[in-house]
T-cell receptor
Framework: GESVGLHLPTLSVQEGDNSIINCAYS??????FIWYKQESGKGPQFIID?????DKRQGQRVTVLLNKTVKHLSLQIAATQPGDSAVYFC???????????FGKGTMLLVSP | ETGVTQTPRHLVMGMTNKKSLKCEQH?????MYWYKQSAKKPLELMFV???????ENNSVPSRFSPECPNSSHLFLHLHTLQPEDSALYLC???????????????FGPGTRLTVL
């Protein structure tokens, strides 16, 4: 769906905690999902992706979970560090189409 | 640092000025994108180019004019902008193989545009 004039959801955690960032996607036909991290003054950077034939994928300190039944995506960051502070976006895509649809973003604030 | 570069990084212009934003990708991709990122809105897709052909224009005002001379370069020409056009303009690229390919986009650092 579309949103205008939104306030960015914020997740505040302590260094060393595990963080979970959630995202609801809208298109049941989407079969590819990406998490991006955007630090202040920079463009979004790819973190991890997952295809719809999987429900879990792990990277270095990050895990993405996909629940297609409820169209929900989550990003788990283990042992969160101050350098993880950023805005995190999920994006969905239907294979064969070039367009990504981005979520609203969640700001993660990590306190030392 | 990503393989997508954007210049300038910062731009201040008056409403009567004409300026251009440049994007270059060094990743061998065949699709390029312009996005607008405002402070209180999600990323807004503006234009999509596949194999140098514009395949999407998301109802963008004509004061924004894209140009894609080849698959590595993308421009956004600006003229008679409004203060509400002030935003971060992001360029991205991807390898679009069609069919069942998956479309991971790589972003540049953006141009911070201020319209006075």
């Amino acid at each position: 769906g579309e949103s205008v004039g939104l306030h960015l959801p914020t997740l505040s955690v302590q260094e060393g905690d595990n963080s979970i960032i959630n995202c609801a996607y809208s298109n049941s036909a989407s079969d590819y999902f990406i998490w991006y991290k955007q630090e202040s003054g920079k463009g979004p950077q790819f973190i991890i992706d997952i295809r719809s034939n999987m429900d879990k994928r792990q990277g270095q300190r990050v895990t993405v979970l996909l629940n297609k039944t409820v169209k929900h995506l989550s990003l788990q960051i283990a042992a969160t560090q101050p350098g993880d502070s950023a805005v995190y976006f999920c994006a969905e895509n239907k294979s064969g189409y070039s367009t990504l649809t981005f979520g609203k973003g969640t700001m993660l604030l990590v306190s030392p | 640092e990503t393989g997508v570069t954007q210049t300038p990084r910062h731009l201040v212009m008056g409403m009567t000025n004409k300026k251009s934003l440049k994007c270059e990708q060094h990743l061998g991709h065949n699709a390029m994108y312009w996005y607008k990122q405002s402070a209180k809105k999600p990323l807004e897709l503006m234009f999509v180019y596949n194999f140098k052909e514009q395949t999407e224009n998301n109802s963008v005002p004509s004061r924004f004019s894209p140009e894609c001379p080849n698959s590595s370069h993308l421009f956004l020409h600006l003229h008679t902008l409004q203060p509400e056009d002030s935003a971060l303009y992001l360029c991205a690229s991807s390898l679009n193989l069609g069919g069942l390919s998956y479309n991971e986009q790589f972003f540049g650092p953006g141009t911070r545009l201020t319209v006075l």
